[in-house]
């Protein structure tokens, strides 16, 4: 429908062919051109790239203060698929600053509340709901949809929005092992923290566990240390704002380049101030380390 030239007419895209023909037979309709009219404007977007965050699917992990505002940013965008992970009941401490709740909410799982209430914000959003804990042996069922599409050349991010140490490496370490690209946010009181990592369009920005191994000692949470309800927003609308750019592809593909990966960012929310560090792989990393295998001489070479 739209005649609004999309990200030029072709453009190569992280080895992703790009063109005006990819959705070949597929356009807007009149209502979704008018609905995310303001995106489609921009040129980075365009209808080609409305179109690509239809076909998109998020795997939210968390629906606590970033997890929920998130899933409402991502939702009323237009990607097509979310997965919403969180056994966590609604709390009358949670409201404050997780708004899609109210009072009516509490006791409820907060994935199955989420899931009602963004039928009604973005009934186009296809959004399942899993009511239990991330861990390894629940991630096959969490990510088997995902994977599934990803395998079908569909574009898939997972977001992690938890606040539980053990927890966020078990997220890592399944998205290492699957190969799927991960948003990571976090606050307690005022410090913010978000980064992508992504071993196959940039291996050397390393993952979470090069970052914080699994024996680092962490007692800072917003349960603990208290959190201020805006602060959780800005996290949370920088981790929706990279996703998207993510599904875009709006990022460089050459990794000297990259604005995105291999950046660990850092938010202070009592001087409103951004600082990044680079981020750099462990080569030791029990995670996305190179991995020693026998070949069949029996001499160890590297992965």
Known sequence: MSKNPPLGHAEVLCGHIHSDNEHCGHTLSDADFMRYSRQVLLPEVGEAGQLQLVDASVVIIGLGGLGQLAAQYLACAGIGNLTLIDMDKVEVSNLPRQLLFNDA??????????????????????????????????SAHNFAEVLQLKQQGKRVLVLDCTDNFATRQAINRRCIEAALPLVSASIAAFSGQLFAVDQMRFPSGGCYHCIFPAQTRVSQSCSTQGVLGPSVGVMASMQSLMAMQLLL???????????????????????????????????????????????????????
């Not at 899931?115 to 239990?132: F, M």
């Not at 680079?278 to 020693?292: N, Y």
């Open 105 to 138: 909410d509490i006791g409820l799982n907060k994935a199955r509340v989420a899931k009602q209430k963004l039928k009604g914000l973005a009934p186009q959003c296809t959004v399942t709901a899993h009511e239990t804990a991330f861990s390894a042996e629940t």
């Open 249 to 303: 592809s709006m990022d460089s593909c050459d990794e000297p380049k990259s604005a995105l990966f291999g950046r660990f960012w850092r938010f202070d929310a009592k001087s409103l101030s951004w600082t990044a560090a680079t981020l750099t792989r462990d080569p030791h990393c029990d995670v996305c380390g190179p991995k020693e295998i026998r070949s069949s001489s029996d001499k160890p070479s590297k992965l």
